[in-house]
C-alpha cells in the first residue's frame, strides 16, 4: 500500500529515471567497449568461458612468439654452420692435394698457409655472436665465448700459430614451450657442433671389485644418474646405458676398467653431481675440476674437434708429411664433415617444426579469437536499438513528468 502525498509523483519519476540512467550507462558502455560484459554479475556462464578463452589465447601468442624467435635463431645459426661445411670441404680438398705425392715440402707449406687461414675463419664462426648478443655455440651460457684459443711455436713455422682451441661453454640444451605443455629441446652446444670424431674413454683402473658404499648421483653427457648403495659395476654400466645419454659403457676385458664411448662426433661429459663415484672409478679428476677437462690422468682419451683435425692438416703440411695427410687426418676430416652435416639437417628440421609451430599457433589464435568474440562481443544492431528504445521511453517519461508536477493532494480529494 502507497501513502499518497504531494510527492508522489514526483518520487516514482525520479526512480524511473534513475533506473532508466543506469540501463543506458549500461548499453553505453557496452557499445564503447565492444562487449557486453563489463561485470562477472552481467553473464556468470559467459564471462566464465571468456576468461579461460583469453588466458588461453595469450598464452597462444607467446607459444606463437616463442617459435618465430626460435625460427630465427635458427636461421642464423645454419648460415654459420653452412659456412662451417664449406670451409672443412676446402680443408679436406687441400689435405687431398697435398698427399697426392706430387707436392714439395715447400708446395706443402704454401697449401698450409691458407689452412691456417680457414682455420682462424672457423674459430671465428664458432665463437658467433646472435643478432640478439648472445654467444650461439656455447650452450646455455651464452654471455660466455665459446671457444678459448691458445696460440704458441709449431715445428715448421717462424711465427706463433693456433695451437689449440678449448671449448669454453656447456652442454645443456634449452626447452622452449611452443605448445600446451609441449616444449622444443635443442642443444646448441659447441662440444657437438665443432666436434670430429667419437670421443672414447679407456680407464686403467680396475673396476671389478668397485661397490658403492654410498647413495651418489652422476652426470653423463648431461643426463644425471642415480648411484645407489651397494651397486657394483655391472649395474653402473647397466644404468649408463638406459640412461638415454649419447654414451655407451663397457667394461674392458684386459683391464676390468670402465670404458665409455659417445654414440655419435661429441665431447664426453662427466661430472660427479653427488658423491664421488667416477672418481673412485678414476675417470674424472677431483670436483674442483668442471668438464669436459676434467678427464683423469690416468685414462687414455681419443677423439678430436674439427679444430684439431684442420690444426693436424696444418701442421702435417708444415712438416712436409704427405703421408699422414692422406690417412688418418683425411679420415678425421670426414668424420667431421659427416658430423657437420648431421649437425646443419638437425638445425633445418627444428627449424621447419619452429614454422609448423608458427602456423598452428596463427590458426589456434584465429579459432580462439572467434570463441572469444561469441562469448564477451556485443551484438551491435541490437545495442543500437536498445539503445533507441531507452531514449523513447526517457522522452516518455519526461513528458508525463511534465504533466504530473502539477498535481497535489487535493486533486485526490475530490
Keep these: 500500500m502507497n501513502r499518497i502525498?504531494?510527492?508522489?509523483?514526483?518520487?516514482?519519476?525520479?526512480?524511473?529515471?534513475?533506473?532508466?540512467?543506469?540501463?543506458?550507462?549500461?548499453?553505453?558502455?557496452?557499445?564503447?567497449?565492444?562487449?557486453?560484459?563489463?561485470?562477472?554479475?552481467?553473464?556468470?556462464?559467459?564471462?566464465?568461458?571468456?576468461?579461460?578463452?583469453?588466458?588461453?589465447?595469450?598464452?597462444?601468442?607467446?607459444?606463437?612468439?616463442?617459435?618465430?624467435?626460435?625460427?630465427?635463431?635458427?636461421?642464423?645459426?645454419?648460415?654459420?654452420?653452412?659456412?662451417?661445411?664449406?670451409?672443412?670441404?676446402?680443408?679436406?680438398?687441400?689435405?687431398?692435394?697435398?698427399?697426392?705425392?706430387?707436392?714439395?715440402?715447400?708446395?706443402?707449406?704454401?697449401?698450409?698457409?691458407?689452412?691456417?687461414?680457414?682455420?682462424k675463419e672457423l674459430v671465428q664462426n664458432a665463437n658467433a655472436i646472435g643478432p640478439d648478443g648472445n654467444s650461439l655455440f656455447a650452450g646455455t651460457s651464452t654471455k660466455t665465448r665459446a671457444f678459448d684459443v691458445f696460440e704458441g711455436s709449431v715445428p715448421g713455422s717462424a711465427e706463433s700459430l693456433i695451437t689449440q682451441v678449448r671449448y669454453n661453454g656447456n652442454n645443456e640444451s634449452v626447452n622452449v614451450e611452443v605448445d600446451e605443455n609441449e616444449y622444443l629441446s635443442f642443444n646448441n652446444s659447441g662440444s657437438k657442433n665443432f666436434w670430429a670424431e667419437r670421443q672414447q674413454l679407456i680407464a686403467s683402473r680396475d673396476a671389478s671389485s668397485w661397490q658403492a658404499s654410498d647413495d651418489a648421483k652422476i652426470s653423463v653427457d648431461g643426463k644425471v644418474i642415480d648411484i645407489n648403495s651397494g651397486d657394483n659395476v655391472y649395474a653402473l654400466i647397466s644404468k649408463i646405458n638406459g640412461s638415454g645419454a649419447s654414451v655407451r659403457a663397457s667394461l674392458d676385458p684386459i683391464t676390468n676398467g670402465l670404458n665409455l664411448e659417445t654414440t655419435d662426433a661429441r665431447q664426453l661429459w662427466l661430472e660427479d653431481k653427488s658423491g664421488s663415484t667416477l672418481q673412485d672409478l678414476g675417470l674424472i679428476k677431483d670436483n674442483g675440476q668442471k668438464p669436459p677437462y676434467n678427464i683423469g690422468n690416468s685414462v687414455r682419451l681419443s677423439g678430436g674437434s674439427l679444430f684439431d683435425a684442420v690444426i693436424a692438416v696444418r701442421d702435417s703440411m708444415l712438416n712436409g708429411?704427405?703421408?699422414?695427410?692422406?690417412?688418418?687426418?683425411?679420415?678425421?676430416?670426414?668424420?667431421?664433415?659427416?658430423?657437420?652435416?648431421?649437425?646443419?639437417?638437425?638445425?633445418?628440421?627444428?627449424?621447419?617444426?619452429?614454422?609448423?609451430?608458427?602456423?598452428?599457433?596463427?590458426?589456434?589464435?584465429?579459432?580462439?579469437?572467434?570463441?572469444?568474440?561469441?562469448?564477451?562481443?556485443?551484438?551491435?544492431?541490437?545495442?543500437?536499438?536498445?539503445m533507441k528504445k531507452l531514449q523513447y521511453v526517457n522522452q516518455a517519461t519526461m513528458s508525463n513528468a511534465a504533466k504530473m508536477y502539477s498535481s497535489t493532494l487535493l486533486n485526490y480529494m475530490r
Design 5 to 119: 502525498s504531494s510527492q508522489l509523483n514526483n518520487n516514482n519519476t525520479q526512480s524511473n529515471l534513475r533506473l532508466q540512467e543506469i540501463k543506458r550507462a549500461n548499453v553505453e558502455n557496452q557499445i564503447g567497449t565492444q562487449s557486453r560484459i563489463s561485470q562477472l554479475r552481467d553473464a556468470p556462464l559467459a564471462a566464465g568461458h571468456l576468461v579461460r578463452y583469453e588466458s588461453y589465447l595469450r598464452r597462444v601468442n607467446q607459444f606463437e612468439k616463442n617459435a618465430a624467435t626460435l625460427a630465427d635463431q635458427f636461421q642464423v645459426r645454419e648460415g654459420y654452420l653452412n659456412q662451417n661445411l664449406q670451409i672443412i670441404q676446402r680443408v679436406r680438398e687441400l689435405a687431398i692435394n697435398g698427399a697426392n705425392g706430387v707436392n714439395t715440402p715447400e708446395d706443402l707449406k704454401i697449401m698450409s698457409i691458407e689452412v691456417n687461414e680457414l682455420l
Design 321 to 386: 708429411d704427405s703421408e699422414s695427410l692422406g690417412g688418418r687426418v683425411l679420415g678425421v676430416l670426414d668424420n667431421g664433415l659427416k658430423n657437420l652435416t648431421t649437425r646443419l639437417s638437425e638445425v633445418g628440421s627444428i627449424y621447419e617444426r619452429c614454422q609448423n609451430n608458427i602456423q598452428r599457433s596463427t590458426l589456434n589464435e584465429l579459432n580462439v579469437t572467434k570463441l572469444v568474440s561469441r562469448e564477451g562481443d556485443i551484438d551491435f544492431t541490437k545495442a543500437v536499438i536498445d
